[in-house]
């Protein structure tokens, strides 16, 4: 069972299309939208929730009032101001450190998981996928990540499936890290702007450092032909390939509207190259 992740050093890059095509293309194969903190996968392959299950982390202490004293010692421990002299704790200020907890002298302050999202194990038209959505402006999104590829995994290996690919998010930090330990491939989509060069040296740093073997697509190369020449110059400093150079095409926004993967939607380039990429991979 092989794990492809595809992923980018900035948003906006294409890989969730590209994710999309390559789903529709895949035969035997789970999915695993790990980009929790702005999932959109599930626009495009249009699945049927079969399992959900509530995503639990981090803590935020709960007074018992019946038990509490007045002694104040909370208020005088936080440094993060959560607690006011009523006793009453403000869950956004609240970092679930548990000092207050601790120090309490009647054990009036528990500290309580926060329900911080939702799993979903889904059916679509072309295989079993698992996504999730993390909670507005909670934390412990890698975690999230790790429990969407476990089930992934599991469901893969119930399923004798061949491949998990997986939409990774955008950026280096601690969700895409938890999207790329253990992949077979790390597929690094980037467009040929300053910022998307800057980007994928990024990410390519992260595949080296974690040994991910990573290869490059440029996406609407077409756009600045002079900074995709600079790409392809990059990749080869790193010894990194450059498997797919694809063109601008109105058609994607157009499968967009359609919520339908873009390979589905046309047969024009596009579609072909993606479909040459597919098979490359």
């Known amino acids: 069972m092989k794990q492809i992740v595809i992923i980018s050093g900035k948003g906006g890059t294409g890989k969730t299309i590209l994710t999309a095509s390559f789903a529709a293309l895949s035969k035997n194969a789970v999915f695993a939208d790990c980009d929790v903190d702005a999932a959109d996968l599930h626009l495009l392959l249009n699945p049927n929730i079969r399992e959900r299950h509530e995503f639990r982390s981090g803590k935020t202490a709960r007074v018992d009032k019946e038990l509490c004293q007045q002694c104040e010692e909370c208020v005088r421990v936080c440094r993060f101001a959560a ?16 000092v207050c907890s601790y120090i309490c002298p009647v054990g009036a302050i528990k500290m309580e ?6 799993l979903f194990i889904s059916d679509t038209k072309y295989g079993p996928m698992v996504h999730a959505k993390l909670g507005i402006a909670e934390e412990n999104s890698g975690k999230l990540v790790t429990l969407v590829r476990q089930k992934a995994k599991e469901m893969a ?38 910022s998307g060069i800057h980007d994928m040296e990024r990410i390519a740093d992260v595949t080296k450092h974690f040994g991910i073997h990573a290869k490059v697509v440029v996406n609407k190369y077409d756009i600045n032909l002079s900074n995709t020449q600079i790409i392809k110059r990059v990749c080869q400093g790193r010894d990194m390939e450059v498997i797919a150079q694809l063109p601008f095409s109105e058609d994607v926004s157009r499968s967009l509207v359609k919520k339908i993967p873009i390979v589905e939607y046309c047969n024009e380039r596009i579609s072909k190259d993606i479909i040459g990429l597919w098979k490359k991979i």
């Open 83 to 98: 607690i006011d002299t009523n006793i009453i704790v403000d869950p956004i200020s609240c970092e679930g450190c548990g």
């Open 157 to 194: 290996e119930r399923n004798n499936s061949s491949k998990i690919i997986i939409d990774g998010p955008p950026g280096i930090g601690c969700p895409v890290i938890a999207s790329l330990t253990g992949a077979d491939l790390a597929v690094i989509v980037t467009e040929p702007t300053l």
């Open 113 to 118: 998981e926060n329900i911080a999202g939702d």
